[in-house]
């Protein structure tokens, strides 16, 4: 039977240790705030706001929410960004995205300032993670590498492939596997031969995007497999059509080839928001 990695356990575990920590920076004066900014009102965004907004009242950090109309100008956001720049009340920034198309999302990255970026995209921190330097990590695969480290997986000197290459998962998870020593191979959508490079995987992280896709025969025997996608899908239950989550990979099939596999959801869903708390207090002792 594989390990199921519970990132639901180790996401509370967290965020438990994380409110110790504001208690007793609180003690020494130290107050931390982040700012939320949604422009628009898509629902599936909303929802992520308001985790976010729930997540820092229950360590005792502050928020700030701005909720601004869609038709919110570049010019109009940017402003407030430089504002909560300065603002030395303020310690974490974070523009919710997609961004409305009229609205350049890699000129707001850059606007925030490093030292605010909790989210972990700015250039100049993924310049430092690059060079084994100090600043923010996007925060979904910094959680991956909590969950396996919590699990007890052992990530030094083991064969890990990433599947996918975008800018939040998949190059920032290679980064950090890198920095944990393992050996690493990115595959994306032009990778020949990918079933026989992932059969290579002692760790398997698939950050793809496509419901399922990861079925049995790219899987190693007893390895490690981390499921990055979530995905609704329609599932009839009593009759009914009710909306389900799954994953990138086809976990009723896969998980009895591994050694330990996430779930979804309650695998590396949750440990976002966890991550991103952790930045934020982060963000209240950084010099
Ligand atoms: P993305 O920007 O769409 O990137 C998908 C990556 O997969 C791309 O690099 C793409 O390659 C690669 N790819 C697509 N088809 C492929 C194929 N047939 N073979 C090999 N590689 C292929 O997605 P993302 O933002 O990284 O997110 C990935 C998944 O994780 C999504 O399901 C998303 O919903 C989920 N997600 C979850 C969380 C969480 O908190 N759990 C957070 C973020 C994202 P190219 O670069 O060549 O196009």
Redesign the pocket.
């Known amino acids: 039977m594989p390990q199921i990695i519970d990132g639901k356990r180790i996401s509370q575990e967290i965020k438990d240790e994380l409110k110790e920590k504001v208690a007793a920076l609180k003690e020494q004066g130290i107050e931390g705030t982040l700012a939320v900014i949604q422009v628009g009102n898509d629902p599936a965004s909303s929802v992520y706001v308001n985790n976010k907004k729930k997540a820092c009242e229950y360590i005792g950090i502050g928020s700030l929410a701005y909720e601004l109309p869609e038709e919110t100008t570049e010019e109009e956001l940017l402003a407030l960004i430089e504002k909560l720049n300065n603002d030395d009340k303020v310690n974490g920034i974070l523009v919710q995205l997609p961004v409305p198309k009229h609205i350049d999302e890699e000129k707001i990255i850059k606007t925030i300032s490093p030292e605010k970026d909790v989210d972990g995209f700015h250039p100049e921190n993924v310049g430092n993670l690059v060079t084994g330097g100090k600043g923010f990590v996007s925060c979904?695969p910094a959680g991956i590498i909590q969950l396996l480290k919590r699990s007890n997986v052992t990530i030094e000197g083991k064969n890990c492939v990433v599947?996918?290459?975008?800018n939040?998962?998949?190059k920032p998870m290679a980064l950090l596997m890198l920095r944990e020593n393992a050996t690493v191979t990115i595959?994306?959508?032009?990778?020949q031969n990918?079933k026989e490079i992932c059969k290579q995987a002692d760790i398997l992280i698939v950050?793809?995007?496509?419901p399922r896709?990861i079925t049995a025969d790219y899987v190693k025997e007893g390895a490690v497999v981390i499921d990055?996608?979530?995905?609704r899908e329609p599932k009839e239950v009593d009759g009914k059509v009710v909306s389900k989550l799954c994953g990138?990979v086809n976990y009723e099939e896969v998980a009895e080839h591994t050694s330990a596999i996430t779930p979804v959801p309650g695998g590396?869903?949750p440990?976002?928001i966890a991550m991103l708390m952790n930045n934020c207090v982060e963000a209240m002792t950084r010099e």
């Open positions: 979904t599947i996918g290459r975008s939040i998962v998949g595959a994306h959508s032009k990778t990918l950050a793809i995007g496509k896709f990055v996608g979530i995905h990138d590396v869903g440990m976002t």
